[in-house]
């Protein structure tokens, strides 16, 4: 059989990858909804040199396995070989010319489903504040103050990751990405809004909100302004602090709290299987809980429902086993 040259080297270096030619070949992204391993072949059990693809990241998509895919074949950045096969199961083609891809555009991330699919990103303030005391709201912050005691929003973001600065000029992404967030355009909000959003992003004090609108809620499917993006945000961090979950914090606060209080928390607070879309970071030797990221599928309007919204979001691994609840530091 004979190839054009770019075909040829194509074939080449999926032979070379993987052992085998991908049957269909496919272009895109694959979206990971949950922790898999990526294998180097679509026979047997996974071997000690395969990756592992994370929820929510991007992948470059090259083939299938076959037309109607059990598996698709990804490009994983630092594994060797760069070319890995994954079950379809574990995430769905972005923007790919495959049969009943879904297409990410500037209005926002999609799921495979063509649903949207977002993170909610939340911190535990007083462990944020203890690698940050410089900033304002770290300074500023009292065991009396709103966010010592309850979750504290980070930002709503758009999956996939990449999924940002959607039509910003270059020059704020510039400034964006040099932490001048002071010289950001001020985000239009209603005194309600403004007010909401301050008590429970206390990082408007160093003009967090202005960074969060300019890369991720650019990117934000369905809000058709700023004052909309956030409203809703504070929507679902309202009923997050109004949950099991924020009292589980609360009343262990100096002390240490396991990855299956927190599941259980979920569970009881918004269904049977919640605390399998969230994960928690820990990072760092003290083993602090800093953030929380919450998988949500589907559209969140103007009355979001929490509940719904992660019942319909992909499992994945909750990552730290157990962690400590920080209080506000020498306070």
Known sequence: MNF???????????????GALAQTPATGTFVAHKACVA?????????????????????????KNKPDASYYLIEVEGADPLRRWIATDCGAIDGASAPGAASTTSGGARSGT?????????????????SHQSKTECASQTPNRFDATHFTLHGLWPQPRG?????????YVALDKDGQWDRL?????????????SRVMPGTMSHLERHEWVTHGTCF????????????????MTQLNASRVRDLFAENIGRTITAEQIKQAFDESFGAGAGDRVQVSCPGSRRSI?????????????????????????????????????????R
């Open 4 to 18: 054009p040259a770019s075909a040829a080297a194509i074939f080449g270096s999926l032979v070379a990858a993987t």
């Open 39 to 63: 294998t180097r072949s679509t026979h047997g059990g996974p071997s000690a040199d395969d990756a592992a693809v994370e929820l929510g990241k991007s992948y470059p998509l090259v083939g």
């Open 114 to 130: 063509g649903a949207a699919f977002n993170l909610l990103a939340v911190s535990w303030q007083p462990a944020f504040c203890e």
């Open 163 to 171: 999924a940002e600065y959607c039509n910003v000029a270059s020059s």
């Open 185 to 197: 355009p001020p985000v239009a909000l209603s005194e309600a809004t403004l007010a909401s959003l």
């Open 221 to 236: 499917r369905g809000a058709q302004s700023q004052d909309a993006y956030f409203a809703r945000a504070v929507a679902l």
């Open 290 to 330: 800093v953030q929380l990221t919450i998988g949500l599928i589907g559209e969140i309007g103007d009355s979001p429902s929490l509940a719904e919204l992660i019942a319909a979001a992909p499992r994945t691994s909750i990552g730290c086993p157990s962690g400590a609840v920080d209080r506000v530091a020498g």
